[in-house]
């Protein structure tokens, strides 16, 4: 997955505070596609990946019970 510099990326908020140990990922693509394109936030030039949605959704859920 190429980085398109018009795709609007979200970082998590737990990455506050100049924390870059995160992925980002692109809602919009992921409304449109039902695939979560997902990449490294601390060097976004690095080719991402996508997830199926249901994939992403457990991956979320996890984090939020190890919180």
């Known amino acids: 997955m190429s980085t398109t510099p018009d ?29 979560v394109p997902v990449r490294d936030s601390k060097d976004t030039s690095l080719p991402g990946f996508t997830v199926s949605g249901s994939a ?9 019970a190890q919180s």
């Open 7 to 35: 795709v609007h990326w979200v970082k998590s908020s737990y990455s506050a505070n100049g924390g870059n140990n995160c992925v980002e990922w692109a809602p919009s693509i992921a409304l449109a596609t039902g695939t």
């Open 56 to 64: 992403w959704s457990t991956f979320v859920g996890s984090l939020k």
